[in-house]
């Protein structure tokens, strides 16, 4: 694990690291906050929020962005951000278009060629990326998770598939239902084959029937988002959570749209939620 960058923010530190990963046969680069309590000279062990951004971002838009560093800092959490896909791979289509291929892993395992091989971002983000933060740095094995867009849906469907590995979910402006829409179609069409059943397991709203933990879900929603309509459908998912009890907490916010300037007005109500569910 090489380290990149460090900087000093409300007395913790941000820093940017660099590693081999098993699971996409390449080099990944990643972000981590640890707030003061972490460091020092009587560090102690924090729980963590992973964040997984949405297309096109790398490892930097959030932490640069967000402004979750001061609340964090706080309530003595460290966050952990992933790049969102393989790079550099050289792969045929990869760097095409800004949804699908670089920057737009989805957070699934691909099953078809040339994309199998690499694109296996849920296993990177459930497993391998924990286990070497654990085991590298000042942290506990207490995890949350959310995410914006593509990455609220993957932050979704990684707490639906994993009961008891995350104390919490929330996630900003969710690709919900991802198998009735564009971006969705698209991708998995192209990293899982044409066969729709093999993306039902990647679809948050479809897995709220089956889920085996009902952990309360935690999402925020711009009523001018320009993709709301076209690409997102959170009634979806608040339907099918209202069908099968699932707990969700659907809050629309009237005037905000799908940027940084939503995120940052309302992390701190995210950060609260997963550090009530940690135990902060």
């Not at 972490?38 to 729980?47: D, F, S």
């Not at 990684?158 to 009735?180: D, Q």
């Not at 971006?183 to 679809?203: I, M, P, Q, V």
């Not at 897995?207 to 929603?221: G, Y």
Request: aromatic share 10%.
């Amino acid at each position: 694990m090489e380290l990149l960058s460090t900087n000093v923010s409300f007395e913790g530190e941000h820093r940017r690291y660099r590693h081999t990963s098993a699971t996409l046969e390449c080099n990944m680069e990643f972000a981590v906050y640890l707030p003061p309590a972490a460091m020092g000279l009587n560090p102690k062990k924090v729980p963590v929020l992973y964040w997984l951004s949405g297309l096109t971002c790398t490892d930097q838009n959030f932490m640069q962005k967000a402004g979750a560093q001061k609340r964090a800092a706080k309530l003595g959490m460290a966050i952990v951000c992933p790049d969102t896909s393989p790079r550099g791979l050289n792969l045929p289509g990869e760097d095409d278009s800004y949804d699908f291929g670089s920057g737009a892993g989805f957070y699934i395992n691909a099953t078809q060629q040339p994309w199998a091989p690499h694109y296996r971002m849920y296993d990177y983000v459930v497993k391998e990326l924990p286990q070497l933060i654990e085991s590298e740095l000042p942290v506990t094995d207490n995890r949350a998770i959310s995410g914006h867009s593509m990455g609220g849906h993957g932050a979704l469907v990684c707490a639906l598939k994993n009961p008891g590995r995350y104390a919490s979910v929330s996630a900003f402006a969710p690709i919900a239902n991802p198998t009735e829409c564009p971006w969705g179609r698209k991708a998995f069409t192209g990293y899982l084959g044409d066969n729709t059943r093999n993306w039902e397991e990647w679809d948050a709203t479809l897995l709220i029937p089956t889920a085996r933990e009902r952990l309360p879900l935690l999402v925020d929603q711009g009523t001018a988002d320009e993709f709301l309509d076209s690409q997102l459908n959170p009634d979806a998912l608040a339907d099918a959570c209202e069908k099968f009890h699932h707990h969700i907490n659907l809050r629309m916010h009237r005037g905000y749209d799908h940027s940084y300037f939503f995120i940052a007005s309302f992390i701190d109500d995210h950060l609260d939620h997963h550090a009530d569910a940690l135990g902060l």
